[in-house]
């Protein structure tokens, strides 16, 4: 079955950091961009950070400034997000999502179930 | 950064009837070297995640049913339901992937008059 799993959420205070996971099954996990969206609590979806097939090429929104990092290890088909200096603003459900294509520029075909984010003292 | 503005916030429509969501980009997600539009949509119901629609604009994802179809070039798009059914009821986003950052519409959310 095709699917992402994501794991590694949980409450945090302010200023922790948490890592999350992804696994992934039933496709070639390293001929596709990944990515993590995030939704805080009734909001719309923001993108946080996206990964190229290989690892080679990371792209990451603005806000974050340097505070997150994406990885990936395509011998565990397993994304990552290494999140430091956690704010309640970061408080959301992070959703892992597969790229169409192993290029970053292409639409979210696959989502996960989401791993909820608390920050809070 | 490409803002992606969707119109309208909600609407309300009969089953059966036709709803139309627009969405608005900054800049154009057209890429003249293949003649691509780098816009995306998807449905998301509650306590769901996102399930993709639309992708270049106008191509239905496998498993969509064909009541839902894209339209549009450059920065104007828009998301067709020709005859809304009750399992449509959800909030749809418009999603660019042209230009990092990747960047959403705000969402429309759709319900049954």
């Known amino acids: 079955e095709v699917q992402l799993v994501e794991s590694g959420g949980g409450l945090v205070q302010p200023g922790g950091s948490l890592r999350l996971s992804c696994a992934a099954s039933?496709?070639?996990?390293?001929?596709?961009?990944m990515n993590w969206v995030r939704q805080a609590p009734g909001k719309g979806l923001e993108w946080v950070s996206g990964?190229?097939?290989?690892?080679?090429?990371?792209y990451y929104a603005d806000s974050l400034k340097g505070r997150f990092t994406i990885s990936r290890d395509n011998s565990k088909n397993t994304l990552y997000l290494q999140m430091n200096s956690l704010r309640a603003e970061d408080t959301a459900v992070y959703y892992c999502a597969k790229g169409a294509s192993i290029a970053a520029d292409d639409a979210f075909d696959l989502w996960g179930q989401g791993t909820m984010v608390t920050v809070s003292s | 950064d490409i803002v992606m503005t969707q119109s309208p916030d909600s609407l309300a429509v009969s089953l059966g009837e036709r709803a139309t969501i627009n969405c608005k980009s900054s800049q154009s997600l057209l890429y003249s070297v293949n003649n691509k539009n780098y816009l995306g949509w998807y449905q998301q119901k509650p306590g769901q995640p996102p399930r993709l629609l639309i992708y270049w604009a106008s191509t239905r994802e496998s498993g969509v049913p064909d009541r839902f179809s894209g339209s549009g070039s450059g920065t104007d798009f828009t998301l067709t339901i020709s005859s809304l059914q009750a399992e449509d009821v959800a909030v749809y986003y418009c999603?660019?992937?042209?230009?990092?950052?990747?960047?959403f519409g705000q969402g429309t959310k759709v319900e049954i008059k």
């Open positions: 999603h660019q992937y042209h230009t990092t950052p990747w960047t």
């Open positions: 039933g496709f070639t996990f390293s001929s596709y961009a």
């Open positions: 990964i190229s097939g290989s690892g080679g090429n990371t």
